[in-house]
């Protein structure tokens, strides 16, 4: 014959509740505790995937965005490089040009007084 074992209530009553029922009753609600907190724990773990995937996702689109930018920097970088060397070659065509010229009437003074020497000499 099991053990019976008194609790007491909140009310002056006693209760008779048998050692092996309560046994069981304690390991059946252990285990949909147990269940529960699995149940809970695996719906913690789906939402955290879901996070995980959902920043994953938006740090992807940033890293694209700024891949464009810097493909946008470097294209306008070169267009800026290659603007600055035209305006080099203009300026050295220039300043070749202009020193070409003077140059030029240098050569036409010399040819001048080249010519006077000549015609003072003979």
Avoid at 42 to 48: A, F
Avoid at 94 to 114: A, C
Wanted: glycine residues 6%.
């Amino acid at each position: 014959m099991p053990r019976k074992s008194r609790i007491s209530t909140k009310s002056t009553k006693t209760a008779s509740i048998d050692l092996k029922s309560l046994k069981n009753f304690l390991l059946g609600s252990n285990e949909k505790l147990k269940q529960t907190l699995l149940n809970k724990l695996e719906g913690v773990k789906l939402d955290l995937r879901d996070q995980i995937d959902s920043k994953s996702s938006a740090l992807g689109n940033r890293m694209d965005k700024l891949e464009e930018k810097i493909e946008k920097t470097e294209a306008n970088l070169k267009r800026d490089i290659n603007d600055l060397n035209e305006s080099i070659i203009q300026k050295f065509i220039e300043i070749h040009g202009k020193t070409h010229k003077g140059l030029d009437e240098n050569l036409d003074g010399h040819e001048g007084r080249l010519k006077k020497l000549e015609t003072t000499l003979n």
